[in-house]
């Protein structure tokens, strides 16, 4: 059964960073594409950032460019999201979700609606 843990979550204080660790278990093959979106109290889920399963394209949501870097482990079962210089309203709880493809790729999946499988979701909050 495929499934997403997401860990790494944490209390910060304003401009401190956190290391977010998205683990899949469970899939047939390493054939699919990862987004980290977050959804703070209130407010709609948003992406964050979304990596395509060769690993080699990725994107950002605007509030987070610059600040946040998304990437794959060499086993590929694992993607990190790095985020530096934390302000105050990246406070939410993060997810992260897999869309399966055919083959590796560079696609890139925006928009939760396309995701497949979804984490349990990690809490990050930003305060002093």
């Known amino acids: 059964q495929a499934q997403l843990v997401e860990s790494g979550g944490d209390l910060v204080q304003p401009g401190g960073s956190l290391r977010l660790s998205c683990a899949a278990s469970?899939?047939?093959?390493?054939?699919?594409?990862i987004g980290w979106f977050r959804q703070a109290p209130g407010k709609e889920r948003e992406v964050v950032s979304c990596?395509?399963?060769?690993?080699?394209?990725?994107n950002y949501a605007d509030p987070v460019k610059g600040r946040f870097t998304i990437s794959r482990g060499d086993d590929k079962s694992k993607v990190y999201l790095q985020m530096n210089s934390l302000k105050p309203e990246d406070t939410a709880i993060y997810y992260c979700?897999?869309?399966?493809?055919?083959?590796?790729?560079?696609?890139?999946?925006?928009?939760?609606?396309?995701?497949?499988?979804w984490g349990q979701g990690t809490q990050v909050t930003v305060s002093s």
């Open positions: 990596i395509s399963s060769n690993g080699l394209s990725t």
């Open positions: 469970g899939f047939t093959s390493d054939y699919y594409a």
């Open positions: 979700a897999a869309r399966k493809v055919l083959y590796y790729s560079g696609s890139l999946f925006l928009h939760a609606s396309e995701y497949d499988y």
